[in-house]
């Protein structure tokens, strides 16, 4: 839907800092680099802001956001298939221990391994479906990829998360 | 079920979109009409539908304060002047300093803090002897540094100098608040107070 007007800069970082933190989180599992990209999102906003038309301006965001974020591992040198986090490794494919006490806690780290675990192009279809919750054609406006391409890497990238994750009883 | 698929991906593909609400209905019917027809595709149905509600359920992190235009930087302002921060995190809280009057002020005020706890002098180890062992009040951790320093050394000053207990036993580290309190009030301040002799 397009928007009438363009939001400040202030009111991006209020309504979709929590959102863009999140994203970078879970594409990353690092709290450091969610953070980093917060900022240079927030930077490239307010530097875009008077160059923005009315449109989509979710789209415009997440275009930003995704470009911020690939630029940043770029700038870092490594692939965007980041490697676990130390302590963060449960096991993922194997049988849950009996005592599953802990299985709910346990359950989003189990996830959020398993996530970074994904190629990048499904793990960010994955995340801007179900993380950030934009709509498939959304996503396709934000990776610049046909819908058709987003609904398939969205299941495949399900599918993956499937093999690799074990599920209490 | 064999035969031949006119589609060009494998109709389970549609899973994930019927789950989303993101087919067409006759796309839709397709998905019906397989999990219907098929017990293998219902298992990876079930699947997919794990998966999704266990994307959905992660908890929504909270986004640090200080990343938001009114945040502020709080206890890694002295981390930051400690150097104890990552090169990124360095980085960050001046990018933030700059841009935010609140925190450069803080950040001023904490180094002068810091600068001054620094230059006390340091305590006579060979005068420990004398000090009696804590008996009227619990045992403290000496919480100089940080944010709270100074107003933390100017209340206590108070409390001891307008008279707190009138028979004051200092426990080491009551005596390292004395002391950082009174020799940031008073230059002159010697380094410890007159012993007191709390033996019955």
Known sequence: MADEFAPSWEDVAHRYGRKIYNFAYRLTGNPDDAADLVQEVLLRVRKGLSGYRPGSFEGWLWRITRNAFLDGVRRQGRRPESALPEGDHHDLGSSPSPDEVLASVRLSDDVQAALLKLPYAFREAVVLCDVVGLSYEEIADATDIPVGTVRSRIHRGRNMLRELLTWPV | ???????????????????????????????????????????????????????????????????????????????????????????????????????????????????????????????????????????????????????AAAALFFVLALGGDPQPAFSLDDLGSHHIARASAEPGFAVFPPVVDSSP
């Open chain 2, 1 to 151: 079920m064999a035969g031949v698929n006119p589609l060009s991906y494998r109709r389970e593909e549609l899973f994930s979109a019927f789950l989303d609400g993101e087919l067409t209905e006759k796309e839709a019917d397709l998905v019906v009409e397989l999990l219907e027809a098929d017990r293998e595709a219902n298992d990876e149905f079930r699947g997919i539908q794990q998966v999704r509600r266990a994307l959905r359920l992660l908890p929504e992190l909270e986004i640090p304060g200080w990343l938001l235009p009114d945040g502020h930087l709080g206890d890694r302002l002295s981390a930051y002047l400690d150097g104890e921060l990552s090169t990124a995190e360095q980085r960050r809280v001046s990018d933030h300093v700059v841009a935010c009057a609140d925190c450069r002020g803080e950040l001023h005020d904490l180094d002068r803090a810091r600068t001054a706890i620094r230059s006390l002098p340091n305590v006579d180890t060979g005068q420990l002897d004398r000090v009696p062992a804590p008996t009227a009040f619990p045992r403290r951790r000496v919480a100089v540094a940080g944010s709270i320093g100074i107003a």
